[in-house]
């Protein structure tokens, strides 16, 4: 069966650069999530989208920014790295739409160091 | 605020016991609880979903049960194996998603 796929696995950035994390849904799956896991710790949910617009926020830095496009791919972008945003970043999927509690499919996530 | 508490925070039980992981939360009020285990390094493979009208869910040699008047949720797994060890997170849904922050297992060969 198709899982939620993530790109990249891993990036290696500087300090004060940009990156762009890409999620892609299992088929037919509306909502998409994005947490991050910082080593050693539980994931801390960022923020979610249903059928392209924000559902729900947690805890994303106003440095971050992410949308979710036509074909449910999800994009997170993050600017002006830090030291501290080195972590696990993963995509989960769910289907049933906003107001559904279904289960969250999580992808592999990816492996974000900033140097 | 919610908070959700998982006790141990590590286990080492021989091969072949039947044990218990458990997760307690503060806040009765929520949708679902969902169980994860996740291998170093990796990502969350989702084990079982409660929803909140449901008192437990089984699959294989998991049983995952739900009394939400207590704040609690057990993950029982029969007949251990190597295999199982690896972290294990439960992760309830309210008006958000919050983690517990994990019990890692390790089956004793």
């Known amino acids: 069966a198709a899982g939620v796929i993530q790109s990249p696995r891993h990036l290696i950035k500087e300090k004060r650069e940009t990156a762009t994390l890409k999620c892609y849904p299992i088929?037919?799956?509306?909502?998409v999530y994005w947490y991050q896991q910082g080593p050693g710790q539980d994931p801390q949910f960022l923020i979610s989208?249903?059928?392209?617009?924000?559902?729900d926020k947690g805890s994303i830095p106003d440095r971050f920014s992410a949308q979710q496009f036509s074909d449910y791919h999800s994009e997170l972008n993050m600017s002006s790295l830090e030291l501290g945003d080195s972590a696990l970043y993963f995509c989960?999927?769910?289907?049933?739409?906003?107001?559904?509690?279904?289960?969250?499919?999580f992808g592999p996530g990816t492996r974000l160091t900033v140097l | 605020k919610q908070e959700v508490t998982q006790i141990p925070a590590a286990l080492s039980v021989p091969e072949g016991e039947n044990l218990v992981l458990n997760c307690s939360f503060t806040d009765s009020a929520i949708y679902n609880l969902q169980w994860f285990r996740q291998d170093p390094g990796k990502g969350l493979t989702s084990l079982l979903l409660?929803?909140?009208?449901?008192r437990e869910q089984t699959s294989g040699r998991l049983n995952a049960s739900l009394d939400k008047s207590s704040g609690r949720s057990t993950l029982y797994i029969a007949a251990s194996q190597p295999g199982d060890s690896a972290t294990y997170l439960c992760?309830?849904?309210?008006?958000?998603?919050?983690f517990g922050k994990g019990t890692r297992l390790h089956i004793l060969p």
């Open positions: 409660i929803q909140s009208s449901q």
């Open positions: 989208f249903y059928e392209k617009m924000q559902s």
């Open positions: 992760a309830l849904r309210d008006d958000k998603i919050i």
């Open positions: 989960a999927s769910s289907s049933g739409g906003r107001l559904s509690y279904n289960e969250q499919f």
């Open positions: 088929p037919r799956h509306d909502t």
